[in-house]
């Protein structure tokens, strides 16, 4: 059976717009019972936070279909750390994870006085970055905190363009303590357990935008990489890269027209 795993930010939407064709691509699977998750290495919302913009751009999925790196990373922390205080740069989403693990948060102002009993310091998008949270980050790290982040890209396509993403962030923090982080959502495997609670396949095919999450993504798990042009990435950054797609597309609207002709193969 064929699963498939959707990128969201320049995959289904750019910001608050949809691209063309998101919502009948879904609407097919859906129509045909093709399993299909959402897999977003954005933090910065929840699955809950997330259904709720999709359905604002006309596209009802279930939370249980979307999964986050910050859920992930939460659920890894769970399963392999033991229980302790968190110090989180990032965004609401990623702050409500953590909380769902019942985990305790230390914020910026008990970091102040408490930074010396961080024992992990969890890093994704963070639009409110400050000054003051990469300094007790930095702080936490180099007195012995464990450094993760939900993931690396560098950057994220926005209404008005490229904008800095969590990878910029944990480049900072790594410049600053010397300290590789262990980075759990694509293309890192880590991610990929959560995944496979969630879509059972025998074919997987993974639809993105970035060739060095998603599709390196894909690549490592032996799933047909498909990438899209309405994100990141671009052909001359393709012809570049020794990370190549399997196949390429403008956009999800023309995946609909594939879909019927090959997922039926």
Do not use: C
């Not at 790594?174 to 357990?193: H, M, Q, R, W, Y």
């Amino acid at each position: 059976m064929l699963g498939i795993i959707f990128d969201m930010d320049g995959v289904i939407y750019r910001g608050n717009t949809p691209i063309e064709g998101a919502k009948e691509v879904i609407d097919y699977l859906k129509s045909r019972n093709v399993p299909f998750v959402f897999l977003t290495n954005n933090s910065t919302k929840n699955a809950e936070m997330y259904r709720e913009k999709l359905l604002n751009l006309g596209i009802d999925v279930e939370e249980d279909r979307i999964i986050t790196s910050g859920y992930a990373t939460a659920r890894y922390l769970q399963k392999h750390f033991k229980r302790g205080k968190v110090f989180v740069i990032g965004g609401k989403g990623l702050v409500e994870e953590i909380k769902n693990i019942s985990w305790e948060i230390m914020s910026v102002e008990e970091a102040k006085e408490r930074w010396r009993e961080i024992d992990y310091v969890v890093v994704g998008l963070d639009t409110k970055l400050t000054y003051e949270k990469l300094k007790y980050g930095t702080l936490a790290i180099r007195n012995g905190s464990k450094f993760i982040g939900t993931n690396p890209d560098t950057t994220y396509p926005g209404e008005e363009g490229i904008l800095p993403g969590a990878g910029s962030i944990l480049a900072a923090l790594k410049a600053s303590t010397d300290v590789e982080p262990l980075v759990i959502g694509k293309p890192n495997e880590p991610v990929f357990e959560v995944v496979k609670e969630k879509l059972t396949a025998d074919e997987i095919w993974v639809v993105g935008d970035r060739l060095d999450t998603d599709i390196a993504f894909a690549k490592r798990i032996g799933a047909k990489a498909i990438m899209v042009l309405t994100g990141v990435n671009t052909l001359k950054d393709i012809e570049k890269s020794e990370i190549k797609p399997d196949l390429v597309l403008p956009s999800i609207k023309e995946l609909l027209e594939y879909l019927k002709v090959h997922a039926d193969d």
